[in-house]
């Protein structure tokens, strides 16, 4: 991928923040969605929300988008893909984490970066109604469960998809937990996340009492503290230390047997450049896109106040090209 920031826009901070808040409509205006819940095995439901596609015929792709932490499909970046799916012809599904679509979820779990047999059971039943391709993008936290898919799968992912994407994701946990609980990080990005994720926990402790001790999650001031009271006992991990471990993408990267692309700026304040793969590492399946400007899943691209389309172009374009891939890599 060959992206140079605009000159007006320097940094990786500002490269992150400036397209979340400011260049999301600049492509056209917001895309419009239909509903639907699916009930999960567990007693739960995951809602899902569909394009509404201009055209009137079926779709022979379906671009399905795992967004990141605390993320919807009204992120800024699922609307760039959804823009970019319209403008292909495609169908586009954003599945919510659980606890993610507005509405609370019911079991006594909620969602985390190595969640793949959540995706697992989604792909699944998205390939049971799609009989075309079907290409996957995670970005963030949603692209790190979904090479964790990818690896769990084995050959037997090319069944179910094309393809899949990670964009921007932390596929070193301890690497990004490291950095997200550092100064600026600290202050801006991990005091918003646990300015959404306190009170969704606090929810499910009135839902479920006694899941785990109200004091602890009150003091949590990082990601660290907070995965350690409430991520890791409720997803069946000892610690964070063992989340982090166990459901870091990174180490199995070589195990993927489908084309799978894994971009990450270099400058991203969430993942540290010195904790990022050489191609060398990952296995003949994966591809490698560090370019060493973008942010957190931004990209800006255009004049003030700039776009958000040109990610979504590339890694779009990428994926076509495995289009009807039924190859099995050994």
């Known amino acids: 991928m060959k992206y140079i920031a605009p000159r007006w826009l320097p940094g990786g901070n500002l490269q992150t923040i400036w397209p979340a808040l400011y260049s999301r409509r600049v492509f056209g205006p917001h895309p419009h969605y239909t509903r639907e819940r699916w009930a999960t095995p567990d007693a739960d439901f995951v809602d ?18 795992f967004h990141g932490l605390e993320g919807s499909s009204r992120s800024h970046y699922a609307e760039a893909f959804a823009d970019y799916a319209q403008s292909h012809d495609m169908a586009f599904a ?19 970066s190595g969640d793949y047999e959540e995706i697992d059971w989604v792909l699944e039943r998205l390939r049971e109604r799609h009989a075309g391709n079907i290409f996957a993008v995670g970005v963030s936290l949603g692209g790190n469960a979904l090479l964790r898919w990818a690896q769990e799968k084995g050959h037997d992912a090319s069944r179910v998809v094309s393809a899949v994407a990670a964009v921007c ?26 300015n959404t994720m306190k009170p969704k ?6 839902q479920h009492p006694g899941l785990f001790k109200r004091e602890a999650l009150l003091a ?24 982090w471990a166990r459901a870091s993408a990174k180490p199995h990267l070589h195990t993927i047997r489908i084309p799978a692309l894994v971009v990450n700026a270099r400058n991203d304040p969430f993942v540290p450049a010195w904790c990022l793969p050489s191609q060398r590492e990952v296995g003949d399946c994966v591809t490698l896109w560090q370019p060493a400007h973008g942010g957190h899943v931004g990209f800006p691209q255009g004049r003030i106040p700039g776009h958000v389309r040109t990610m979504p172009d590339a890694v779009g374009g990428w994926l076509a090209q495995h289009t009807n891939n039924q190859t099995f890599y050994g």
Not at 99 to 107: K, V, W
């Open 169 to 194: 994701s932390p596929i070193d946990l301890a690497a990004g937990g490291w950095a997200i609980g550092r100064g600026f990080n600290r202050l801006v990005y991990t005091r918003m996340f646990l």
């Open 220 to 243: 949590a001031r990082t990601l660290y503290d907070f995965d350690n009271v409430f991520t890791a006992p409720l997803h069946g991990f000892k610690s964070t230390e063992d989340y």
């Open 48 to 65: 899902v929300d569909w394009l509404v596609r201009a055209a009137d015929t079926p779709a022979k792709t379906l671009l399905v988008l």
């Open 94 to 112: 954003v599945p919510h984490f659980r606890g993610c679509s507005g509405e609370l979820n019911q079991a006594p779990r909620a969602y985390h």
């Open 201 to 206: 926990a606090l929810q499910k402790l009135a």
